[in-house]
């Protein structure tokens, strides 16, 4: 439980990340000048420092501290000298990405062991980094944190959202992931085949919404000189899609404006072609399902107030119910600064 000397370790390869050693395929008698040499070359590169290859490329996000930094970088220096044994060899932009993405996971989880410890103190984990002056803020998880069950508590990318459809009677609410690519182009498609009707009406009602008030959420920024490209993956029974005309648009927002979406947030918002949000009939029903999904934040339309005067107490203990006022209110306090 020592964080301090925890704090001082770069990284942490886990045992699953390698395969079992096996006598016949992995261990040899054959020693010689070969093994002699290559150990003489990374004994005199062992001084020797790659930082100089990361920056002004790379930008780390606000949640690495000092020693995280100085963590990352030394381990993404020992990958580039043995990627790059040559100092002169130029590194493209993928391959110093991928050497960055293992840095920052291998950091990671000495982080996450410290939060097991004292979470008040190491409770932002959320490590982050940006490519280039101009390049989007990418998020960086282990595989061990994700779970079917529950939705991540990371930061979405730019165009994804995590949203709950009010469903049916016979179906109730469901949890939906939506995503969005956009590119070129003109109008919206829908890559679901065949498409829910409901989630065909939801992509129309937010598609409508931001050509309307593009002026409003996104600037100067044409919205009808792209092409959006959607897909819907449903979690639970219900597939519908339907009452899902928010989300919609916060998803496609946050793709034009290039902003990531609030880690561990789902959103829920019917809403109509004139841009005002309609009544949920299940708002209990929604906040248990959110619950049960892990989420810390539920964004909901206030008009839901007076019915989660039911809501169990237990549940407002385990997520926080975050009310927006109207669709641009609610769509920015959806996305990421």
Known sequence: NDTAFQDRIHAFAPG??????????????HFGLVSDFLSECWSRMRPMSRVSSLQNRVYWGGALSG????????????????LFP???????????????????????????????????????THFSYTLGVDGTEQFVTTPELHSDEAIDGDPLPPGQV???SPGTPETGPGLHRIEINVGPGSGAKIL?????????ESVKVGEQNLYARGK??????????????????????????????LAVLIALVGGLLDRNTRGSTIVVGPLNLGGSLEMLHNPVAIVELAVDKKATTVLMPVSARRGLMDLPDEY????NVEFYSDTADGVFKALME
């Open 216 to 245: 409003e959420l996104i600037g100067d920024r044409d919205p009808r000189s792209h092409e959006y490209s959607i897909q819907l993956r449903p979690y639970d029974n219900e597939k519908t899609g339907a009452g899902m005309g």
């Open 86 to 124: 040559d100092d002169n060899m130029p590194i493209c932009d993928e391959d110093l990405e991928w050497v960055v993405r293992v840095a920052l996971e291998s950091r990671r989880r000495v982080k996450e062991q410290q939060k097991r410890c004292l979470k008040s103190e190491f409770r932002n």
């Open 16 to 29: 699953w990340d390698f395969p079992k050693l096996n006598p016949n395929t992995h261990v040899t008698d």
């Open 192 to 200: 679901n085949q065949p498409t829910p009707p409901s989630f065909r």
């Open 67 to 82: 020693r995280d930094i100085n963590a990352v970088q030394k381990t993404a220096s020992g990958l580039l000298k043995l």
């Open 316 to 319: 407002w203990t385990k997520t």
């Open 162 to 164: 995590w949203a709950i």
